[in-house]
């Protein structure tokens, strides 16, 4: 049945209700039911009139824009479930895993074996072209290296305390009495959300990662196993739990590199592992 008809047939049912009405509301209510019809009927047309004038470049645009959210969802919940953080690329290994988050974690892992030297010189490439100072982009070269060897406590004891260095920095305070919010969002000071990407099409998971996690404070046995799948500065500095996996290590590094990024005045477009 089309919708005109349907339309139709709902009004040829409200006449047949309010038989026992009088004349005069039956009349109204039907004039008013068919022009709210007819108003219907307007809308379509100045909406299929609006669509017709988009240009094709335009809608193609738009549909890929809901694909990349449909994706951004799917990794995210891949990743949140093996606890690898997301990078670009990673989603061409994971596109068939299903609902296996075994198999997902094995083609994550392959991913970062497979495609380690694209992702370094990625990674490398991202940060030199920001405004990073030049400790912080030594130290995040040195991690580089420290992972490439299997160095992985090395990478996560040295980069968590340089990202809260970056942070101190951004306020223009190195003082280690110094006490300011951890608040990412705060501390950009922004007031555009896209500037929490950091050149990431994943920025917004990591932005959470960073806002509920990295900087926690950790004082409890119960808030050390509840911190345990995340990185924490607080957990890293004080050795309350070994970060010595090529997961953790892996995760420290891209979890920098967001930093880094959001907290450079000069962002720049992200440049995809292939």
Not at 163 to 190: C, Y
Not at 242 to 264: C, D, E, H, M
């Amino acid at each position: 049945m089309s919708d005109e008809n349907r339309t139709w047939r709902n009004i040829t049912a409200l006449e047949w209700i309010l038989k026992q009405g009088t004349p005069e509301l039956h009349s109204a209510l039907t004039n008013l039911s068919r022009q709210i019809f007819e108003q219907i009927q307007k809308m379509e047309e100045v909406w299929l009139s609006l669509i017709r004038s988009i240009s094709p470049k335009v809608i193609q645009a738009i549909i890929d824009i809901v694909e990349w959210f449909q994706n951004d969802a799917k990794l995210r919940n891949i990743t949140e479930q093996t606890g690898w953080l997301p990078y670009p690329g990673a989603e061409v290994y994971l596109s068939d895993v299903g609902n296996d988050m075994d198999l997902a974690a094995s083609r994550y892992e392959k991913f970062v074996e497979e495609k380690w030297t694209s992702i370094r010189l990625d990674m490398e490439a991202r940060l030199a072209k920001s405004d990073t100072d030049k400790e912080t982009q030594a130290t995040f070269r040195e991690a580089l290296q420290a992972h490439e060897y299997g160095l992985y406590r090395c990478v996560c004891r040295c980069l968590l305390p340089e990202m809260e260095r970056a942070l101190r920095l951004r306020v223009n305070n190195l003082d280690p009495g110094f006490k300011f919010n951890m608040n990412l969002e705060d501390v950009v000071n922004q007031g555009e959300l896209h500037h929490l990407f950091g050149g990431n099409p994943y920025g917004l998971s990591l932005f959470s990662h960073v806002q509920d996690h990295l900087f926690a404070s950790v004082r409890t046995v119960q808030e050390r196993a509840d911190m345990e799948p995340h990185l924490n500065r607080h957990v890293a500095v004080h050795g309350l739990s070994p970060y010595n996996t090529k997961k953790r290590s892996f995760n420290t590094l891209v979890l920098a590199l967001y930093l880094f990024l959001v907290l450079s005045r000069d962002k720049q477009p992200a440049v995809t592992a292939q």
